[in-house]
């Protein structure tokens, strides 16, 4: 079963405005987490929400996780050029090795 | 800030060729991975590994990959006889701690089989 799936698939704002992506996943989770990958480079960890916690923040970034719909999204508050960049889901399956990630969400900020 | 390096950051090869992609994980990590991205696709795992040992491994990783520590520092992917489908970007990461949850990437290795 695919674990993470955002949507949506691409999204285009404008300097200064607000970014919202989503994230599905279908087996339980231990902990969800949030990457940005930057056009071909390596993958940077945002932040990481446990399946214990509603919402947690850093900096301009805003998670929340609702266990009971399994989904999760990332909030970006004035977002800046800068922050464009694909952003994806992750988490563990069946243990702490294996993270399954979402297809990803393209998120271009014009300035 | 301590990081994970991987080198090449790019390397081409013929298809049956064997390639060895390196990495460096952060110094006091333990637990290492691989995860590939074939262009315009997910991010997949590929091999977990802690204590000299292959700890779980997805069905993409078949004998023609293996990993080892060959000592303190690298950790390396070696694929015995590449083919065409090989080609994509190769991330290693590493942790201090599992259940902690955060695994730290390097900037990827991207591979081009001809």
């Known amino acids: 079963s695919q674990q993470g799936e955002e949507d949506p698939q691409a999204l285009s704002i404008q300097e200064g405005e607000n970014a919202t992506m989503n994230c599905s996943y279908k087996t339980s989770i231990n902990n969800l987490q949030w990457y940005r990958q930057n056009s071909g480079r390596g993958l940077v960890h945002l932040i990481l929400?446990?399946?214990?916690?509603r919402e947690k923040h850093s900096g301009r970034l805003r998670v929340t996780l609702d266990t009971s719909k399994k989904s999760s999204s990332l909030l970006i508050t004035a977002s800046r050029a800068a922050d464009t960049a694909s952003y994806f889901c992750a988490s563990f399956s069946g243990g702490y090795n294996k993270l399954i990630f979402g297809a990803g969400t393209r998120l271009a900020v014009h300035p | 800030e301590p990081e994970v390096t991987q080198t090449p950051s790019h390397q081409v090869t013929q298809m049956g060729q064997e390639v060895i992609l390196r990495c460096v994980p952060i110094s006091n990590h333990l637990y290492f991975y691989w995860y590939r991205q074939i262009l315009g696709q997910k991010v997949e795992f590929l091999v977990s590994?802690?204590?000299?040992?292959?700890?779980?491994k997805s069905e993409i990783f078949d004998d023609q990959f293996s990993v080892e520590r060959p000592d303190g520092s690298n950790f390396t992917l070696k694929i015995r006889s590449t083919k065409l489908e090989d080609s994509a970007m190769y991330f290693c990461?590493?942790?201090?701690?599992?259940?902690?949850?955060?695994?730290?990437f390097g900037p990827g290795t991207r591979l081009t089989v001809l």
């Open positions: 590994f802690y204590n000299n040992e292959i700890s779980e």
């Open positions: 929400i446990r399946s214990n916690e």
């Open positions: 990461a590493s942790s201090s701690s599992p259940a902690s949850g955060e695994q730290f």
